[in-house]
């Protein structure tokens, strides 16, 4: 049994690290509406998410 | 031991076995009965009339009768006066016999002269063959003798099994020295490597005659078969044999070895006396049906046994009656063992000389290279009993039996006045019994833990272990590969000024990066001078195609001073992760937010692609040493359980 669940830590850690997925990552996903470039090149929006205080 | 003295006494110049000495007398006529008498080893000092039993001693020319002795008791023993063979290369002839009486009835031995000078006994006792050799008498005293005892002999360390006294009953043939017609007391001892030795105390207190040798078997004593005796007068006679009480047909297996029997029927207990049974008492019936019948035949290990008794015994712990049972098991060629049967659980019980086992009272005992750990000390009654027995067995007979264990097998010894007995035990499932015996019903399950029943968590938890080890290393090998392998590419770092007051709406777009590969992405802020504040930081990535990825970190940075000392808590780095992001040109938004700093603060913020985590090397480990701690802690406590029923461990 600990042979078949150490195996498979092995295989979720090996994923995690070659992937680069983070199971415990707090970020957000959202798409940007209003995407403009300023005039030194910069991206500029608006939009998306905003948290904090 | 025998009749005393004088036993390893070489003769010079012998070349032929039993060489006359030239200056006492060699022949000559028995002074009762005038048959001729003839001495034909130098060492002899008696001869016993072959016509009239009359004890010849001779003195210089003269023949003079010491005594009369009965008639030999009729024995199970192969040998005779003037039987040829050969030991370790060396030809030796029977030309002495003495019969004694001990407690458990006839043994017989015999005095030995070697081609080579040497002159043994080999005596007969339970089936065994001891072949010794008289080392002379040492300065010891009896009452240091007891069974058990341990002491050391010719730099050996030997183990006194038996004290036993005995009576002459007749003798045969020429002997070193005249009889000892009154009790004698010899102590018998075993020491490793099969050494066996007789302190033969005599009559007195001290000062034994020591007798040292080994066991042999009777293939080694090299005589032709067709020459041994075919006597076997109890077998003959006792095979058939009835209880005198019920009538019953006993069927007895082992009537050679035959002490008590106690019908199967009627429970009488009968002692084999010579060729008849003596009535001695009645047995209560057993409580509970035999498991294993008697006569069944069953095979463990190698040797095919035989039931032919059963007892219950017991022992009382704090008041409380513990029973077990116990099958005399025999084989003709290994002699007898023990199958004891305790709540289920089954030991086969193979006796060893005390020798070989070395004991540290109550704590522990070694044989054979292994060491088994003091389990239990009882006193041990014999309760009830069923079937043939080789020694005198009854119903109240008590023994101190200790148990040593080392798990699945064991070390017990029963000890009484007179000897001790040491056994070694290997535990069995009752399915493997029950398929040795091919019994018809199955045994009952076991309950409790045996003293020596293996730990079934054992080799699961080896097997276990090993492979948790594998998966450690292989996952401490596998990060440092990956790591060491991983680009940790800083692809974005830039300072921000944290002006006080904060400027309405601030906001701060970073110019385009390139984060090279996909993989994780690793945000770290930084403010080195935050004291005693607290500035949260909203972040953004938003790539070409307006896809945002969008993180808030908080930080805080709190130190003083307490009666107790200083104190901080916060840090004032913070990191956070972002998972598996795309390859290509992202741009950052930043959004501090703070309300009370004392001056500007810089904010470094750092963005690194491809940072392989240690947490998750250290879940795994963590989760890893979790099963190892569960398989520890399950065969842990499985000997928990088998402890608790110990008595000489302090439970607390």
Redesign the interface.
Known sequence: M??W???A??L???G??????????????????G?KR?P??????V??????? | MHAKGGGSRREEGTAEIGVERPQVVQEGGCPSCGAPVQFTVGTARIKVCEFCQTVVARQGEELYATGKLSALAETATPFSIGLEGRHDGVRFRFVGHLQKDYDDGVWDEWYLAFEDGRFGWLSESEGSLHLMFSRGQHPLERRHFRPGHETRYAGRRVVVEEIRQAQLISAEGELPEDLQREMTIAADATGPGGVFLTFDFGTGEDAPEVFMGRRVELKDLGIPPDALRDAKPKKVRLQGARCTQCNGTLDLKAPDRLKRVACPYCGALLEARGERLAFLNGLPQPDHPLRIPLHSKGRLGDVTWTVIGWMQRSCTVDGIRYPWDEYLLWSPNEGFSFLMDSNGHWTHLLPVPAGEVRVHVESAAYYQGRRYKAFQHVEAITENVRGEFYWRVRAGEKAEATEYIAPPYSINADANAREVTYTHGTYYAPEDIARAFRLKTALPEPTGVAPSQPNPHHAGMVRDLRWIMVYAVAAIFLFVFISANAARQTVYEQEYSLRVPPPPGQTYFSQPFEIPRSGNVQIRFQIRDLQNEWVGVQLDLVDAQGDVRSVYKEMTYYSGHSTDGSWSEGSRTYTTHLSRMQPGTYSLRLVPYYDRLTTTRTLRVTVVSDVPRPLYLVLVLLALGAMAAYTIMRRASFETGRWYESNLVDHG
Do not use: S
């Open positions: 600990i042979r669940i150490g195996g830590l092995l979720g850690a090996l995690l690290w070659t992937t680069g997925y983070e199971p415990f990552a707090r970020d957000d996903k959202a798409k940007v509406a995407l300023g030194d090149g910069r991206m500029i929006w939009g998306g998410l905003h948290g904090g205080k």
